[in-house]
């Protein structure tokens, strides 16, 4: 059993600890839904797996698994393994998130406000479930799993967790109440009552949030816009009729936003030296450990310490906040009301005491820069996969990248109370300039781990991120950069 959760785990899109060597060392089903035997009916187990990492560490994740009797030829791709169970006896497992039949018991437990054995389903008023409806799992590249319950409800279920608030829930929470515009509405949240072994914190398992159903994903829209433009050899990214420089502005707008509502709902502080020195620490050492994990990055260490260097001279306070943490296009989806922004979590991989610690808002900013870069480069990967920066396409790429840049930090300067003036100061720019070398170095271990025929797209950034040569301060190269061709 522990080596068909292993196998399982190792496997899966959501597993963090993807190209570490591990070992499942615990599975511990911490509640039950449906009857309580496999007889005929299906039964749930919400299993907690503890991963113990070789090189130290351990990690838990969620696998909701439907058990049955008999064999399920409909369920056969999501066959974690067949096994003697302690308490049902010989069973056949399933990843229940791929399972019809058993997922609407989360939706009907969350109508109720279901509460067992320490399992509780909140249930926020205010929307009528529509119980009438089928789930369907999304499959696209995601930390956790998400079920959309007809096109009325969509249902996250964390993959890793650890006691304490979450901070998608606690964050849907807050801007739900404050009525804001740029969110789906939370509907309720499943977690585990608080307990002794769990330090008084709850652990939490799920959530139920509005389903955006006029929505599109903001980076499937800005790959679209690229590839209109490269079929445009002849016109500027300006010109062309799928150009995005307008939705760019208003999801800057939407950002400045949601930043000023994360400030009226949760506590600012003001950062001094220490903190600027524990962030330049913080980046300096990630740094380190990716270039360990990805040799590619080591020309390029001494000009990013440089970048991260200077965040020790800033001089005015910085205020810093709760912040999205992990932003970029995948978390953004365009509707007929505008730009909504999803995933709360922070990044995946840092520990939860780091997603809710107060930030820079200008994290957020870089993230999206990058984010507008990625989408560039990504298409241009696809259309010349030997990435060649002196290429037209790779030009091409460049010019969209920072038109759609422009726009974004236009929107949000504009509307942001942090940019009284409209523009970026001084200081907000190191800043700034640290976060988006900070998030790019990020990207390289994450390409590594997860999409290795990417990784050349974080570190082409970081090469004209660290160049010499004349560059603005979102990081792209001057006209000196541009092919004989376009100049
Ligand atoms: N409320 C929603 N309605 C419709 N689609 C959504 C909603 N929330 C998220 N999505 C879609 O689900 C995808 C994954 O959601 P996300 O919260 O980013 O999951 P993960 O934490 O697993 O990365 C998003 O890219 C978006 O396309
Ligand atoms: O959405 P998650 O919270 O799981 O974030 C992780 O996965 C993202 C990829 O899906 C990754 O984002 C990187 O790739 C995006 C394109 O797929 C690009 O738009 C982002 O700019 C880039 O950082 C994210 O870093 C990671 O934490």
Known sequence: MIKAFEQFIGSARWFGGKGLAFQVSD?????????????????????????????????????????????????????????????????????????????????????????????????LTGHELDMDTHSTLFSGEQSNSSLAFGDDSLMKVFRKVTPGRNPDIEIHAALTEAGSEHVAALYGWLELDPTEETGGEPVQLAMLQQFLRTASDGWDLALASVRD?????????????????????????????????????????QWGPAELSALADAMRSRLDAAVAAVPELAPYADPLRTIFDAVEQVTSRVVVQRVHGDFHLGQTLRTALGWKIVDFEGEPAKPLADRIAPDSPWRDVAGMLRSFDYAAHAVEADVEPELNENSQIAYRAREWASRNQDEFLAGYTEFSTRTPDGTVLPDQQVLLDAYQADKAVYETIYEARNRPDWIGIPLGAIKRLTAPAPHDRAGRTGADDVPEENS
């Open 27 to 123: 599975v511990r089903r911490v509640g039950t839904l449906g009857t309580a035997d496999v007889d005929g009916t299906p039964y749930v187990g919400i299993e907690l797996v503890t991963v113990d990492y070789d090189e130290g560490g351990a990690e838990t994740y969620q696998v909701p698994v439907a058990y049955y009797a008999e064999p399920q030829e409909r369920l056969e791709h999501a066959l974690i393994g067949s096994w003697d169970d302690e308490k049902l006896g010989p069973v056949h497992a399933y990843d229940a998130m791929h399972d019809r039949a058993v997922t609407r018991l989360w939706l009907q437990a969350f109508n109720v406000g279901h509460s067992q054995d320490g399992l509780t389903f909140h249930r």
């Open 229 to 269: 433009l490269y079929a445009e050899a002849d016109l500027r990214a300006d010109e062309v009729g799928g150009d995005f420089g307008a939705e760019s502005r208003r999801l800057g707008v939407a950002t400045a936003e949601v930043h000023d509502a994360l400030a009226a709902a949760f506590p600012s502080q």
